[in-house]
């Protein structure tokens, strides 16, 4: 046998030919078919919506009534002018500033105009977390509230033991005299407050809901705690408000169950606390408001509110023979401001303790710059065919329309329009 040979190949040539690599055809995966709509409109989708929900989730803006021309407004003919024509309906408003500024007179200013321009149909609920509410000074600032027969014979007794006979039955017909339904909330913890303020905003029955005040509102924790030493934070009043204001707003903006819109205002009274240190403003001099903080620092009512109004103290008013303090200037300032309202807006009216804000003399000097009234040296005219007046001054102007209820409604409507303020009052 022939031996075989080691280390041998054979050539490449020889190599057995490799078969070519097949060709694999992947075959593409069907895709399932999408269903494509066609294409919709808007109102189809939001109908479907709506549908699907048994209620109106979705609104079409232009079947949508969203303006804010219902005001409330304060009487005070400068300050309603920059507020387009007073406080906005359906919403939140804060009347914020200093201890003796005016707030709690201007609320019932705003009350006294709701009887006003509603006559019987007034609606109006008030919260008092202060004090039980003073009719007297609600009356003196033109709000009508009725007094109880109690109340009347505390009266009596009263100016008896000073000397002065009882009240007659006219003058206590009078006093009992009230324009319209007010109901009080006092006495309450803020939750059971809120909950029951709650229940008449979403009836929509009301014109204004007032809560008086913000700053000195008594929560369950801090009415339940056995000693001061136990005594909740503050911050307590702040996550309770940052609960109702989100909550009452949404209210605000629903439809009642009838399908007209909820026009209740909400009117809260806010203090502030003195700044721990006041920054120099540039470009002013540091004036007193500018030593003052909100009290309450809620956050949902710092961004919730629409408007929000500043008082401050003014100059006082002195007789100049007695130099006795006859009243004083209230500035204003709108610190937030929207619907038809900007921040920065600043104003002042005059106050007098025997008699209230001059509203008179208010439209006097604000038809004066608007030429609503002509002066002519020191003479002022009113064209009017029959409320006109030509007279001597400003004080037998104010003379004038004082006497007649006619002629103030017709020069403070020619201010709103001089000042291209659309509005109306109920």
Request: proline share 4%; with cysteine; net charge neutral.
């Amino acid at each position: 046998m022939a031996a075989k040979k080691l280390g041998t190949r054979k050539p490449a040539s020889a190599q057995p030919a490799k078969a070519p690599p097949k060709t694999v055809r992947v075959q593409p995966v069907k895709k399932k078919a999408i269903a494509v709509p066609g294409r919709r409109s808007l109102q189809d989708v939001v109908n479907s919506i709506n549908a699907a929900a048994k209620t109106q989730v979705i609104g079409m803006a232009d079947d949508e009534t969203y303006g804010y021309l219902l005001r409330r407004p304060t009487g005070i003919t400068s300050l309603d002018i920059k507020l387009a024509g007073g406080w906005p309906e359906s919403s939140p408003n804060v009347l914020v500033g200093p201890d003796s500024a005016g707030k709690d007179y201007l609320l019932w200013r705003t009350c006294a105009e709701v009887q006003r321009n509603y006559g019987e149909e007034t609606r109006i609920l008030l919260y008092f977390t202060e004090f039980f509410p003073d009719k007297e000074f609600m009356r003196w600032a033109g709000f009508l509230v009725g007094y109880t027969d109690e109340e009347l014979d505390e009266l009596d007794t009263g100016l008896q033991l000073n000397g002065k006979p009882a009240q007659t039955a006219e003058e206590r017909a009078e006093k009992k005299r009230q324009i319209g339904e007010i109901s009080i909330i006092v006495g309450e913890v803020a939750e059971v407050a809120f909950d029951a303020i709650q229940t008449v905003l979403e009836s929509g029955v009301c014109q204004i809901i007032a809560v008086n005040s913000i700053g000195c509102l008594q929560t369950a924790a801090k009415e339940q705690t056995e000693s001061f030493e136990e005594f909740a934070q503050q911050r307590n009043e702040a996550m309770l408000l940052s609960k109702v204001m989100p909550k009452f707003a949404l209210i605000q903006n629903r439809r009642l169950p009838d399908g007209t819109r909820n026009e209740t205002t909400m009117l809260y009274i806010n203090q502030v606390r003195s700044k721990d240190a006041v920054r120099t403003m540039p470009g002013r001099p540091v004036q007193a408001k500018d030593s003052y903080k909100a009290g309450s620092n809620s956050h949902a009512l710092k961004h919730g509110k629409a408007v929000e109004l500043f008082l401050h103290k003014g100059k006082d008013h002195y007789d100049e023979v007695t130099k006795t303090v006859l009243g004083r200037e209230v500035r204003w300032e709108t610190t937030k401001g929207k619907l038809g309202v900007h921040d920065g807006l600043k104003g002042s009216y005059n106050f007098f303790f025997d008699s209230g804000a001059d509203i008179i003399g208010d439209l006097i000097t604000t038809a004066l710059s608007l030429e609503i009234l002509e002066q002519s040296g020191s003479w002022i005219t009113y064209d009017h065919p029959t409320l006109g007046f030509h007279v001597q001054g400003a004080p037998a102007a104010s003379k004038k329309v004082a006497a007649s209820p006619e002629a103030f409604a017709a020069i403070r409507n020619d201010c709103f329009r001089a000042s291209g303020v659309i509005c109306r009052f109920r």
